[in-house]
């Protein structure tokens, strides 16, 4: 019998009539178009590419929500694997949506920062005891994934085990690819399509 990860039945509900009949999908949607009022702006903005746009998607105004970002936790919780340990929340977007994920699963959380600091501990990984443990990343909004990459690496080279991060929104950029490459599945509970589809 054929099995599929929860990442791919999300691809496959998403792209089916069920979908939207769903019980978690229903939820799902909603939550995009809550994510969408609260973060989409409009106005005269330079992109960090340095394009001009008249709109702009402000993730902290959802990541500073609490009771909008409680629902995303709750929504992110049945997507982490059932044998995680450890959460790691990545600096600086991933700590606000990691140590809601974290009371809501009741799994211990990590922070990564992104580089080591330069006194006290001169640790990168603040929080929960990684060694020998299972970790998942968790980042808020994925682009190229570079961010992901990055601690992985920092990780790896602690002996530490990375092979799968969860996110809020993949943008749809080319991060799961390049963490595909790096060896990293991405598990995210909304895509940038699902953001631009909401509606009222």
């Known amino acids: 019998m054929k099995t599929f990860t929860t990442s791919t039945m999300l691809v496959i509900l998403r792209n089916s009539n069920i979908f939207k009949d ?4 229903r939820k799902v949607l909603n939550l995009a178009l809550r994510i969408k009022e609260a973060a989409e ?3 005269d903005f330079t992109l ?3 394009k001009k746009s008249n709109l702009y998607f402000d993730k902290y105004r959802f990541e500073s929500d609490p009771l909008l970002l409680a629902d ?3 929504a992110m919780s049945p997507l982490v ?3 995680t340990q450890v959460l790691c929340g990545l600096e600086m977007g991933g700590i606000p949506v990691v140590t ?3 009371h809501f699963s009741q799994l211990p959380a990590a922070f990564i920062r992104k580089a080591p600091k330069e006194y006290g501990t001169c640790k990168f990984a603040e929080g929960a005891d990684l060694a020998a443990k299972r970790i998942v990343l968790v980042e808020d909004v994925v682009s190229s994934g570079g961010a992901i990459i990055d601690a992985a690496n920092m990780l790896r ?6 092979d799968t991060a969860i996110c809020v929104i993949d943008r749809q950029t080319g991060g799961a690819e390049n963490l595909r490459k790096a060896g990293i599945s991405l598990i995210s509970v909304l895509q940038a399509s699902d953001i631009e589809a909401a509606s009222n």
């Open 41 to 43: 702006i409009h106005g």
């Open 22 to 25: 769903y019980k978690y999908g």
């Open 100 to 102: 809601m994920l974290s």
């Open 48 to 50: 960090r590419s340095g």
């Open 157 to 162: 080279a602690s002996g530490i085990d990375v």
């Open 72 to 74: 995303v936790a709750k």
């Open 81 to 83: 694997p059932a044998k």
